[in-house]
């Protein structure tokens, strides 16, 4: 994962609760989130890079990070498949918990069951699964190219955006009964 992303928090845990530390992450969302890259990779040299400013503060807890970080995403179109631009904002706000008491050295057993959320016993803080969680989220279901977006013909595969096609529309399968009813009276 990208190295960025990792933070030894051992020097934070020793301070006093309210103690902050500020850094700037940046990170491949296609290392990021691979599922992504799978959709359609954009040249080498587009490759998105989600980066913005975090915030960690020990609380009673363990440690509040907070931030927001974005990047410009290309993605098909869900309706015509061409590549559409989409922003993406990530907001981040999680606590993570330690797993050895920094002055003792001794194990705690977090409540926290997520362990992405954890701490490990080298006071080592990794945002790249929540991250990455957290991308999954904020990516559009549905991304569009523009809000009239025709789409791709269901039976050539034209691209309506572009020009019309000559094929007769499928009739709704519930009129069935209905036509073969008009087709005997004729």
């Known amino acids: 994962m990208d190295q960025n992303l990792i933070f030894n928090v051992a020097q934070l845990l020793k301070e006093p609760v309210g103690a902050t530390r500020s ?16 959709s359609g990779i954009p040249e080498a040299s587009e490759r998105p890079e989600l980066s913005g400013r975090v915030r960690l503060m020990l609380t009673g807890d363990g440690i509040l990070v907070q931030g ?47 362990r992405a959320l954890w701490i490990d016993e080298h006071h080592i803080l990794d945002l790249g699964e929540v991250l990455r969680q957290d991308v999954l989220v904020a990516v559009p279901m549905h991304p569009v190219c523009r809000e009239d977006c025709r789409g791709l013909c269901s039976t050539c595969g034209q691209n309506l955006n572009e020009e019309s096609c000559n094929c007769a529309p499928e009739p709704d399968p519930r009129w069935a009964t209905l036509a073969a009813l008009l087709n005997q009276n004729e």
Not at 97 to 106: L, S
């Open 23 to 38: 850094a700037t992450v940046t990170a491949d969302v296609y290392r990021l989130v691979p599922e992504l890259a799978e």
């Open 68 to 114: 927001d970080l974005s990047t410009d995403l290309t993605l098909p179109c869900s309706r015509c498949l061409e590549p559409v631009v989409v922003p993406l904002d990530v907001a981040l706000e999680e606590v993570f918990t330690p797993t050895i008491d920094i002055i003792t050295g001794q194990a705690i057993k977090p409540e926290e069951d997520d």
